[in-house]
Structure formats: C-alpha cells, structure tokens
T-cell receptor, first 112, second 114 residues
Framework: DAKTTQPTSMDCAEGRAANLPCNHSTISGNEYVYWYRQIHSQGPQYIIHGLKNNETNEMASLIITEDRKSSTLILPHATLRDTAVYYCIVSPGSSNTGKLIFGQGTTLQVKP | DVKVTQSSRYLVKRTGEKVFLECVQDMDHENMFWYRQDPGLGLRLIYF???????EKGDIPEGYSVSREKKERFSLILESASTNQTSMYLCASSSRPSSGNTIYFGEGSWLTVV
C-alpha cells in the first residue's frame, strides 16, 4: 500500500493561495489520491480526490504530477477558517476492502 | 448529504468496564471503519468491515472487537477498558474507495478511561 509524506506544518497569509504538497512515490496505477482536513476535535472533512487528472471543486484544486508520485492541494484564497490539519491519503487500489492509510498530515496556519 | 453518526460524543468510563461505541451511516455504504486518533500519532486504523458480518483487523486491533450485524451499523467494543485506550475514536464509511468514491467520517467520540 502506498504511503504519503507531507510537511509537518505550513503558514499562509489570509487571502493568499495555500499550496500543500504531498509525496506518494509508491502509488500504484489504480490508486486515488484523497485530501481531507480536520479542525480540532472534529472528524475529518472531505475536500477533493483524483486519479490522474487535475481536479477542482468549490473548496480546492488538486494538481497531480504526470508520474503521479506527488500532488498539491491548492486553497485559492485561504481564510482563517481554513486553519486545520490537512491529510493526503491514497486508496488501496487493487483491494476492495477500502483500508485507508493516513500520514501525519500538515498543520496549516492561516494568519491575518 | 451523507451522514455518519456516532452515538456518543463524550464518554467517561472506568478501567475494566465494557464499552460500546456505535456508528450508523445512512448511505447504504459497504465499507465501514473505526480509527483512533492520538496526538502525534495521527489516525490509526483499528478495524474495518466490507460487508455485513465481515471484519478485518487494522493496524492496532489489540484490545478491541467489532460487530456489524446490519449494513448501516458498525460497533466498536472495548471488552475491558484500560487507561491507554483513552482517545478520540472516529468512524467512517464509504462505498468503494478503490473506485474513487468518497470516504465520510463521523464527528468523533472522545473516550476517557479512568
């Protein structure tokens, strides 16, 4: 199963774009990349996911490199409410059991 | 909207007690999961289930058991609670993550064992 590596923490100015990187160099061809975030004492909230192509929704954009070994989550205009721990995870791919593998996450601090 | 509901938000139990944490999802999902989350350790998978009456051990199953008698309900059981099981417990569900479907989490259950 693929593992992910993320920076421990990042800062971002309010109103600026937040770019959160994730390394998943051992990802296999049919595994998806998911991004979640977690605000203190709450359950993780789904943000976005993708397989090969870049994805965008109302919350964020996901950029996946051509070799799929890394990805970047982009919050286009960060607000103070975006302060959270962001998790990049990969799905198991060949297995149908849906076992999830979480990394340590990146703590994003959005500053005024 | 998909909803994953954990029955208890905050619990305090005594050492040696049997503890039940209940989770219900309303989207007919096949897969359900139980995690625990501790500072500095991230989310760790305890057990998961991919069908009724089916279960698989995760990374840290010791001291826990699970029950899935109905598709929508997945229970985590601490047979004899210990202080090192004080943690936040998260339930999640999904249809088939390997085909790109979203995984949904509950709000978490904070368990303190004294």
């Amino acid at each position: 199963d693929a593992k992910t590596t993320q920076p421990t923490s990042m800062d971002c100015a309010e109103g600026r774009a937040a770019n959160l990187p994730c390394n998943h160099s051992t990802i296999s061809g049919n595994e998806y990349v998911y991004w979640y975030r977690q605000i203190h004492s709450q359950g993780p909230q789904y943000i976005i996911h993708g397989l090969k192509n870049n994805e965008t929704n109302e919350m964020a954009s996901l950029i996946i490199t051509e070799d799929r070994k890394s990805s970047t989550l982009i919050l286009p205009h960060a607000t103070l409410r975006d302060t959270a721990v962001y998790y990049c995870i990969v799905s198991p791919g060949s297995s149908n059991t849906g076992k999830l593998i979480f990394g340590q996450g990146t703590t994003l601090q959005v500053k005024p | 909207d998909v909803k994953v509901t954990q029955s208890s938000r905050y619990l305090v139990k005594r050492t040696g007690e049997k503890v039940f944490l209940e989770c219900v999802q309303d989207m007919d999902h096949e897969n359900m999961f139980w995690y625990r989350q501790d500072p500095g350790l991230g989310l760790r998978l305890i057990y998961f289930s991919y069908d009724v009456k089916m279960k698989e051990k995760g990374d840290i199953p010791e001291g826990y058991s699970v029950s899935r008698e109905k598709k929508e309900r997945f229970s985590l059981i601490l047979e004899s609670a210990s202080t090192n099981q004080t943690s936040m417990y998260l339930c999640a569900s999904s249809s088939r993550p390997s085909s790109g479907n979203t995984i949904y989490f509950g709000e978490g259950s904070w368990l303190t064992v004294v």
